[in-house]
Every structure is written in C-alpha cells, then in structure tokens.
C-alpha cells in the first residue's frame, strides 16, 4: 500500500539565543524521525510534555522549516509546492478551540477562509460547501451566523474541524485536539473525527498525551521521547506488549477507572528531560529502572518487536548479555 | 462526628449566577473523598468555599458547615485564617503560578510554621527540610534556598504538599492537583498523596474532572453537575452500579484501553453543560437525559440505593437493573 | 547575567551614536545655520565670518566627525550667546535640573504608590473611583497652565511660596509638584493594575491558604511582585521628566538646564541645542539602563538568567 | 424539553456597568461638542477672532461684575473678543490632535506591526528604532525644530506626528506578537493565505481595538504638547488662538484677572480629560470583551 503521508528524517534545532556573545545554544526539538501513514488509517503520536511532538506536528504542516528532512505526500515532496497546493492535501486541526479560531469573525467566514485562500472558488460554490460542511460537523445555518465567543468550546472544535476540511484534504494534523475539552465532548468530538475519516477517507496524524484517547483512535502508534520515537507499533501489539521501558511507564502511569487497583509505581526518578540537555548514548537512560552499563555509552539500534514495530533499546538487542526482553516483562507485571 | 460537614452549601455571584446550588457532601477522618465533575460544575468553588477563599463578590451560603465540630460559618475572617494552613490546608492546580515568584522556597514553607506555632526561623527551617525530604525531594536542604522557576512543575506541586503539612493538617483540600502535570509524573504525586494519608491519617478533599483518578484514589466520590451534587457513593459501589444518568454517560465517555473497541463509537453525553438562570427548578441534567420525563422539571427526590450511596433523580434505585431485564 | 549586561550595554551605545547623529542632524535642519546666527540685519561679509569662525564651511561629514570627536570627549564647542563652554553650561545648570527631577519624582511616589495600592485593596468601590479620577486629572492637566495656577494660588493669593527663580529650597516645590503632576497618573495606574494582577493570582490564593495575616499577604507577598514594574518604570519617568523640564523651568524661569535649551532655542545657540538634547538623551539611556538592572535585582527569574 | 436550561454562557460580574459606561457617554459628550464647536463655533459666533479692538480691552466676562453679553467670556489684551478665540482655538486642538494622530498612527502602526509579525532582524531593527525614539527628550526636539525652521501649524503636526508614533508601536508590536502565535493565524497559513490576508484580516481587526486606545492617548497627548508649544512661543505663529498661545499671551494679567489664563486652561482641561476618558472607557470594552 502507497503511504499516504511519508516523513522522512525530520529534524529541527532551535538555536536559543542567550546573549550577544555567548554562542547560541542548540535545543533538538525533533531527531531524526521517519514514518509513513498508509491512506485511511491513523498514527498516534504520543509523549510527555516537551518530547517534540508539537514542533513535529509544526514541521509537517509547514509551520516550522525543518532543518533536516523531508515531508511527502502521495510521492510528492510538501518543500516543493506552493502553499495553496500544500493547504488542499493537509490541514491542521489545534488544541485550543478558543485561540484557533479568529474572534472578530462569523463562523461561516472562518470555514470559508481556506476556500477565499485558494482564490479559484466562486463565492456562491464557497458558501455551498460551507453550508454543506457545517451539517456535516453537526451545526446549524443559524450557528453559521454566530461569533466564536457566543459557542462552547465543543462546538468550536467542530468549526475548526469543518475549517479543516473544507478544502477535502488527504491528511489531517489533529494536535491534541481534545485535550481542552471535557470528557462528555471529548467523546463527541472523537466519534465525529472517526466518522469523518470514514466517511471521507482521511489519513490522521494524531498527536495527543492521553494514552487512552490514543488507544481508541490510532491504528499505529507512535511514542515519542525527547524528539525521536522511541518505540513504533500496531496500535494492539503496543498496547499489549509494550517492548520500550518508557513506553511501559507510560502506560503504566494511565489511570484507567478501575477501582480497587490503586496509584502504580512508575519507577521513574526525578530527572526530567530536558531537550536542551539530552543525554548521550540512550536519551531515556537517567530515568530507565532498567538502564545499565551500556545505555549511557552507546545510542540503541531500532531493534524489531513483536507485531512487526520496532523500539529503541539495548535489552531488545538479542546480543546483549543478561537483558532479555521477557525480564523486563514481568517486573512490570 | 465528621471531620468536614458540608450541608446545602450554595455559591452565588453577584446575586445572579449560582455556582453551588446545594451541594452536601462529607469527609470522614482519614478518608480520602473524591469531588468529580466536569469544568463548571461547582467543584472547585465548593472547595474554595470549604476554606472560605472565595473571591470578593460571591456569597456563601449553607444549611451546615463545620470542621471538626466547628462551625465555620460565622468564624470571622481573622478567625479564619488561623484554621487556613494549620489545622486545614488546601494544594492548587497550577504549581507553576501557586508559589510567588519573589521568595525562595524556604521563605515561603517557613512563614506558615512561624505564623500558626509561632516557631523561630531555625525550627521552621529543619520542619521545612524534613518535610521536602518526607514528600521526596532530594537535598532538601539547598532546594530551600531555591526561587520556585528553579523547579520543574512536578517539583514544585511536592512543595506546595509540603507547604501543605507544615503544621500537620488534619484536612487537606486539593484542587485538581496533577491536571497540569504529565502523567508519569502524575502517578508519583498522587502515590505521595496515597502515602501521606496513610501515614498521617490526613483526610483528603480531591477535587478532578479525571473518572481515572477517582477510581484509583477514592475512598468515597460525589458526582457534581451544575452546582448539586447529582451522586455519592462508595467508590466501588459508584462505578460497579452507577444510578444517575449523568454519572452512567460520564463513564461511558471515557475510553478505557481494552474495554471500548477501537473504532466503535464512545459513549457520549449531548449538548452541552447548561447555565442555571435563577429561580430553576427541577433536574439540570434533563435537557440532556435520555429518561427525562415531565416530572423532571419539579423537584427531584435524593434517594437511596444503598449503604452511603445517595442519588438524585425521579427514576426508582432500580431502574437500571429493571431497564437491562427488561 | 553578565552578557546580558554586555548586550544591554551594546544596544544603549548603539542608541547613544544614532541619538548623537540625530543632534547633529537635528541643528542642520534648517538649512544655513550661519544666516540664522547672523540675524536678519547681518550682511552678507558677516554671514561669511560667522561661516568661518565656526566652521560651518566645511563639508557636513567633516562637520560631523568633528562634532562627534569632540563629543566624545565632552567637548561640545563654545556657546554663541553666552560666550561660554558648553559643557561648563550644562555642568552649571544641570545639578538644578536634577534636583528637580528627583523633587518630582519624589512627591510622585509618594503620592501614586499608596494611592495605587488603596485602589487595588478596594478595586471597583468609590475608593478606586476617586483614585482613578485623579489619574485621569493628571493626566489632563497641561503642566503650564498648572504652573500658573499654583503660582496665583500659593504665589500671590497664599504667599506661601516664591512665585519664579532659583535659589533656596522654596523654589523648587511648586515646580517639583507640577513635574510630579505628569508621572503621577502613569504611576499610580501602574502600581494599582500591579497590584490587581498580584492580588487576583494564584500565589496570593496560596498565601490566604496558609492562613497569613493579611498585612503579610499585601506587604509581603503581593506588594513585592507589583512594585518591581514599578520601580524600573520610575527610572525611566525620571528620564522623561527632566525632558519634560524645559516647560516647567521656563515657567517658573528655574535656571536649569530646560531653561538654558529654551534660551538657547531662542537665540539660534545650536551648539547648545544639540548638547543639551544629547545630554538629556545619554540620561535617558543611563536610566533605562538602571531601570533593566534593578528590574534584574529584584526579579528572581531574570536575576538567574 | 425545555429549552430554558439552555443560557448560553457568559461573562458575569465586574464593576456597575452604567459607572463604567457613564465615563464613556461623558467623554462622548465632552469631545463631540468640542467637535461641534471647533466645526461649526466659527460660523455661530458673531465676532472676529482676529478683529482687535484697543478701545476694549480685557472686558471681564459676563458672569463678572461688568461683564456683558456683547463678549460673553470677555476679551483679551488686543480687545479680541475670547468666545470667538476660544472656539477657533478648538479647531486648532481638534486639527492638531486628529492629524497627528493619523500621521503618527500610521507611522507606529507599521512599525510595530512588521516587527511583530515578522520578528527576527526586522524586530530587533523596529525594537532599535523604538528606543532611539524614546530616548529622544520630545518637548526640547520639538521646540529646537520649530525654533530653528520657524513656526508655522504644518511644521507642528508634522514634528508632533514624527515624534508621537512611540506608543502606537509599542503597542501594535506586543500585541501583533500575541496574535501571530495564536492558532487561527496558524490555521490561515496553513490553508495557504497570503501574508497580506493574514496581516489584514487576521491580525489586524484583532489588534484595532487596542490601537484605538493608544489613539485616545496620542491625540490627548498632542493637544497637551501643542499647547506647550505654542505656550513658549515655538509653537502655532500667532495670531492663530491656540489655546496655549492665549494663555502665553495673558500671562503677564493673570495676577490682576485671573480669568484670562482660566478659560483657555479650563477649555484645554476639560478637552483632554474627555479625550481621556473616551479611552478608559474603550479599554474597559475591551476588558470585558477579553474576559470572554
């Protein structure tokens, strides 16, 4: 199957400026990261606050120029379109529904400001296809009318939805787009994005930190730590058995409502990470339970896991003495 | 006799809006007691009322009120104030901006021993370092004389629990304590908090808009929706057999890795949180219910379903075992 | 913390030289300097000897380097009025006109920061009504015109004070509380809208958690995070009044260095204009300077940056 | 069901709205009818404002013993009658107080918006500028330009207008900042808008409000500077009446009458305290829009 979307070694450095002499400091928001999204299906990207998986999400929609790397679409390099072209193939879907959407302008403007954008669409063409985007996300004409400050944050995410598709793009960047929301919208807003993919045969890059949303939505997954993935799987064998020790912390650290099963020990220290200031040899290393001689002297190979993904760890080496997978296992359990 | 009483408690704004609209709820010594709802519903000024911190401007209202047998509602402010901090403490959402920026660490986990107990500076110190160390932090000692941007968030919300226990508190309030922190940092502060009460026989007031959290941590949860409290019940109870429609959508909206296929659509609740004009009456919930029944809209029973289980709503306590016989 | 110093530094002497280049542009504005010395009645031979004696045939970049060069090391020509030095000029007047600034920006703070604090205590009650009524007042009030009031007020009707001069410290009242009339409002806004931000924050909720007094809670925890935008934005008011006491030292015909550039101005003086203006402006930077450091002392955050 | 549940939400709460409102209907008032004064007064009022009568000197107003209502606020030490100064010095105000206000509003804006929105060198260049603008003593430049090229009402406005564009930047900058980092800018870049569209439909409706403000601010603060310009004689020539003029030109009577220094003062007072007002009471609007 043709990957919808392709990233290909995507790296970005912020240079932080500390003064006018001290030479600049460079901060490696995103290392190296490669995947492809088949068409119709979903890559959760998940992770901890500063991991990178903003700034990736900034690189792929063109917000950000990546300092290494390539972004594809169908076959077809993003660096080298223009933007209206780039803009009909992908578009952005952002966390906060108050800040996405400009308040000094009817609902109706701001979902036909990407058609406006593209100059080529006849006002009435425009406003039928609002029309028809705005029923599809599951408001009225009547909301068409109304400000953004006279909606609820739900309903305001689905006009941020219906701005994103109304040009039919391939690929939508959903950034966290649920995390500002209760948990009663929150499942509204999921269950129309996964209707939507359905219906429309959208590609989803999905960023968000919630385990358990990214469980529900994702076909493949993929975990982030300090701006490379760390481990990448189908979305059930992740799940299931999680091969990387930071994944497995991750998951251990969600608090499903399960009474009874009390606040787990995540065996994590104190050090947080600290993208100005990344480890050498194994980046997880300072917080692993189970790091050892080698993860602080060597960066680990993507070795294969189980279900046909791959994770960034020495104990998966079959050559490494001592550290089996399967002990690591069970300490979890 | 219950360490908090909180009887018919209501929260007005400028006479117009009604944040709390007759919330009830208790907390037991040594009992850690969930407060849930989503945002708007109450939960957090029925806790800043508890302390008496409401903003200028609200009204505080309540049929009972007391802690520990005091009755709080006629302490006067001064009064007040000398309760806050010492025999009750309450820990916030954002340790970003909870401590001030202005003075170190030491400064501000001190002042609260010497202000109660009237303690030197040299013993408020050594209670101060004991406790960073008692809540995990490592160095006490140097991190005192720390300005809080030199800590990370999770860091700093160890602290403000600290700051919290300085005068052994009998009562600790917590205003969604980790919703801004991530989640592996997240588990670690609410063991802390796990492990606190069992060593300190602390009783907890949590404040979460997280069902996870509730399940993991509660001894007991009340349910808010629009100001009342719509449920209340042991935690197992509340999740093995929920009986208002509102906590039963709540808990369907949540996805639980294993339990909700992927693909299949997540339970959800319509519409959207209603504000309560003055002078309503019936069930906030109704316009959103899939039982509202004309007999919502006049006033609705609190009943019960159990030992310490209350609900209410004008469906029997047996509704949902008929409704899945049936 | 030191090379944000040293970039500071950078960017006030860049701001001194362009500010330096500006002066000089600033006197060759008006085209031949040399016919608006001379005077109307001047001939032709005068016009042509005043060119000379100073200098002003030469080409402008020449001028200019020369101007600069002096500059530099505080030598700014000699006064054609006055027949003095320059820098002897301003080194005479300018002690009057610090001692002014530093009056009204004395009266100004202690006027604006407990008015400031009271109208953040009691925001939205009469209290703050009144308070914010008098911002507006000040800042309405042209600064001459209250001069002249004070002067028939407490001059001539009172006889409380010297109605112009210089000379004792009488002198300067009137004037330092007209001078402090115009960084009042700014002031008294700032410290209140500070102390409203402290106030309604989430540390100042911590601090009535703990159950403090509420004399620490305002003296201590709020006060402290309010004033430090205050106390640098008094430094660089400071600046701005002593720009500002050219209206008010010719009111009240204080002989300081306002008076000296009005007179100057008057009398065609452009190597005193210029002198002055970059004077004043050097100031300024200084205390913009000063304004970022203390800001940097007070302030934990940029202090360990 | 019943539909009465359903309140959309909304901000409550906050000081008596008709206070606040009040300050701005009096601003309103005040500088609409120094508006209609400075428009239509020359016309209504039947004397000359330059029209000298030596035999009439300084006549007391009417509201003063003597006075009369041939010259209802008197006349001045040439015997020109003060009602019909007063009036043409409003035009004068209103003039120089609008036209800065464009001039420097233009200029400010600009800056502040490019460096804002494109930051980087452009910023640190716009910031540079900003500086040596401030540090620049206003009052003195202002003074030693009109002294050294002469005075004339053009000459003003256009010193006002280069000199008073601080603010406008200032602001237009932090605020064009906070807008282009919010999400709706990145949701109009990625749906492949132009940088024009996006400055002008974007950015700018969101920063006006705030730049409305800052315009209340300058034109109060140019009448003010005017004032002092023409009040040492470097400012608007006589024997245009600018109200700073008339009060230099009575100052050698004030201690005998009062008056002549009072009614200028008085009208320039009140012209500016409403000029200011009609600012608070817009940035209060915008507070508790902002407070959404």
């Known amino acids: 199957m043709t990957a919808a979307i392709e990233v290909r070694g995507l790296r970005r450095v912020f240079r932080v400026r500390q003064g006018l002499f001290a030479p600049p400091r460079q901060v490696v928001a995103v290392d190296g990261v490669s995947f492809a999204v088949p068409a119709g299906s979903v890559l959760g990207v998940v992770g901890e606050s500063g991991c990178g998986k903003s700034t990736l999400a900034r690189l792929i929609l063109g917000l950000l120029p990546p300092t290494e790397g390539e972004v594809l679409v169908d076959g077809r390099r993003l660096s080298e379109m223009d933007r209206r072209a780039r803009a009909r193939l992908i578009q952005p879907v952002f966390q906060d529904p108050f800040a996405s959407l400009n308040p000094r302008r009817r609902v109706k403007d701001i979902v036909a400001m990407p058609l406006v954008a593209q100059g080529s669409v006849p006002a009435a063409e425009a406003a039928r296809r609002v029309a028809e985007m705005l029923e599809r996300v599951g408001l009225s004409q009547e909301q068409g009318e109304r400000f953004p400050a006279q909606l609820s944050g739900g309903q305001r995410q689905r006009v941020a939805i219906a701005r994103a598709l109304v040009l039919r793009p391939r690929i939508v960047v959903c950034d966290e787009p649920t995390s500002a929301l209760d948990v009663s919208v929150q499942a509204q807003i999921l269950n129309l994005l996964a209707e939507l993919r359905r219906d429309l045969g959208l590609t989803y890059l999905f960023i968000s930190h919630n385990l358990a949303v990214v469980e529900h939505v994702a076909s493949e997954v993929a975990v982030m730590y300090l701006g490379r993935i760390v481990e990448r799987n189908e979305s059930e064998a992740l799940f299931r058995a999680p091969a990387h020790p930071y994944t497995r912390a991750l998951l251990a650290s969600v608090l499903t409502p399960e009474p009874g099963l009390g606040v787990p020990d995540v065996g994590l220290g104190d050090t947080l990470p600290d993208p100005a200031n990344i480890p050498p040899g194994c980046r997880f290393h300072p917080r692993c339970p189970q790091a050892f001689g080698r993860c602080p002297a060597e960066a680990p190979a993507a070795w294969p896991a189980a279900g046909g993904g791959f994770a960034e760890c020495h104990l998966l080496d079959p050559a490494a003495p001592g550290a089996a997978p399967r002990e690591a296992l069970r300490q979890e359990a | 006799m219950s360490l908090l009483e909180v009887r018919g408690l209501r929260v007005t704004f400028g006479g117009r809006t009604a944040a709390v609209r007759g919330a009830s709820l208790s907390v037991e010594k040594g009992e850690t007691h969930c407060l849930v709802g989503e945002s708007g519903c109450g939960k957090s000024v029925t806790a800043l009322a508890v302390m008496n911190l409401l903003a200028r401007g609200a009204r505080r209202e309540a049929e009972a009120l007391s802690f520990a047998g005091q009755d709080l509602r006629h302490l006067s402010d001064r009064e007040m104030s000398r309760l806050r901090g010492d025999r009750m403490a309450m820990i916030f959402q954002e340790p970003m901006t909870s401590l001030n920026p202005a003075y170190t660490i030491g400064s501000q986990m001190t002042e609260v021993l010497r202000r109660h107990r009237g303690a030197p500076r040299a013993r408020a110190a050594e209670r101060a370092a004991e406790l960073l160390a008692r809540v995990g932090i490592t160095a006490p000692g140097m991190r005192l004389g720390q300005y809080p941007h030199q800590l990370s968030g999770g860091l700093r919300q160890r602290v403000m629990i600290a700051m919290a226990l300085m005068c052994d508190p009998e009562l600790l309030v917590a205003d969604e304590p980790t919703t801004a922190l991530d989640v592996t940092v997240q588990a670690q502060i609410l063991r802390l908090l796990a492990g606190l009460q069992r060593d300190l026989g602390l009783g907890i007031l949590l404040i979460t808009h997280d069902l996870g959290i509730v399940a993991r941590v509660a001894d007991r949860v009340s349910v808010m929706y629009a100001g009342e409290v719509v449920e209340s019940a042991p935690t197992a109870q509340l999740f093995a057999a929920p009986r208002h429609p509102y906590t039963r959508g709540l808990l369907r909206c949540v996805p639980v890795p294993g339990k909700v296929r992927r693909d299949e659509p997540l339970g959800s609740i319509p519409g959207v949180v209603p504000r309560i004009p003055p002078g309503f009456r019936g069930c906030a919930f109704r316009d959103r219910c899939p039982h509202a029944a004309p007999a919502c809209a006049e006033a609705v029973p609190r009943q019960e379903a159990g030992p310490g289980h209350e609900f209410l709503c004008t469906l029997p306590p047996d509704w949902a075992l008929r409704e899945r016989a049936a | 913390m030191l090379t944000f110093l040293l970039r500071r530094l950078a960017v006030a002497i860049l701001v001194a030289m362009t500010v330096l280049t500006l002066s000089f542009m600033l006197t060759r504005l008006s085209g031949d300097l040399a016919i608006s010395i001379a005077g109307p009645n001047a001939t032709q031979e005068d016009v042509a000897l005043i060119r000379a004696a100073y200098g002003l045939d030469r080409p402008l970049v020449v001028q200019y380097l020369d101007w600069v060069g002096r500059a530099a090391v505080g030598d700014f020509g000699t006064s054609y009025f006055f027949r003095e030095r320059v820098a002897d000029l301003i080194a005479q007047r300018m002690p009057i006109t610090l001692t002014l600034g530093l009056v009204g920006l004395g ?130 008011q400071l600046g701005f009044m002593l720009g500002g006491s050219i209206v008010i030292e010719t009111v009240f015909a204080l002989h300081g260095v306002g008076y000296l550039a009005w007179e100057s101005i008057s009398k065609n003086d452009f190597p005193v204009v210029q002198a002055v203006v970059l004077v004043l402006a050097l100031i300024y930077i200084g205390l913009t300077l000063l304004a970022d450091l203390l800001n940097a002392a007070l302030d934990p955050r940029l202090r360990a940056s | ?171 237009a900058r932090s605020t064009t900042m906070q807008v282009r980092n919010l999400d709706y800018v990145a949701a109009a870049w990625c749906a492949g808008a132009s940088r024009a569209a996006i400055l002008w439909r974007e950015v700018l409706p969101n920063i006006a409000t705030h730049l409305a403000v800052v315009a209340t601010l300058e034109m109060a603060l140019a009448i003010l500077l005017e004032a002092a310009l023409s009040f040492l004689g470097l400012g608007v020539p006589p024997p245009l009446p600018s109200w700073g003029l008339m009060i230099a030109e009575a100052k050698d009577y004030m201690f005998f009458s009062p008056w002549v220094i009072m009614i200028p003062g008085i009208a320039l007072f009140v012209l500016v305290f409403g000029i200011n007002l009609l600012g608070d009471g817009l940035r209060d609007m915008l507070g508790t829009q902002d407070a959404r």
């Open chain 3, 107 to 236: 009266i100004a703070l202690l006027v604006s920061i407990p008015l400031g604090i009271l109208a953040a205590v009691r925001e939205g009650s009469w209290v703050d009504r009144g308070v914010m009524l008098v911002a507006l007042v000040g800042q309405a009030m042209p600064s001459f015109w209250l001069g002249l009031l004070l002067m028939i007020l407490l001059g001539l009707q009172l006889g409380w004070l010297p109605i112009s001069g210089t000379g004792s410290w009488e002198h300067y009242v009137m004037p330092g509380i007209v001078l402090a009339f115009s960084a009042i409002p700014a002031l008294m806004r700032l410290t209140r809208s500070g102390m409203i931000e402290a106030l309604s924050s989430d540390y100042i909720r911590t601090a009535r958690a703990k159950g403090l007094s509420r004399l620490s809670i305002l003296g201590k925890h709020a006060l402290r995070n309010a004033a430090i935008p205050v106390v640098s934005i008094a430094a660089v």
């Open chain 4, 1 to 171: 069901m019943s539909g009465a549940v359903l309140v959309p939400a909304g901000a409550a709460g906050g000081a008596p709205r008709w206070l606040r409102s009040l300050g701005l209907a009096l601003g309103l008032l005040i500088v609409g009818l120094v508006a209609f004064a400075a428009v239509f007064g020359p016309s209504l009022v039947p004397h000359d404002p330059f029209a000298q009568d030596l035999g009439n000197r300084l006549a007391v107003p009417v509201w003063m013993e003597g006075g009369s209502w041939t010259h209802p606020l008197g006349t001045d030490q040439l015997g020109r009658d003060y009602l019909a100064r007063l009036v043409y010095g409003a035009r004068i105000s209103m003039v120089i107080g609008l036209a800065t206000v464009i001039a420097s509003g233009l200029i400010g804006t600009t800056l502040g918006v490019l460096g804002g929105f494109f930051g980087g060198r452009v910023d640190d260049a716009v910031l540079f500028v900003i500086t040596c603008r401030l540090s620049i003593p206003v009052v003195l430049v202002a003074l030693a330009v009109v002294g050294l090229m002469g005075s004339s009402f053009t000459l003003v406005i256009l010193v006002l207008g280069l000199l008073l564009w601080d603010r406008f930047a200032v602001v």
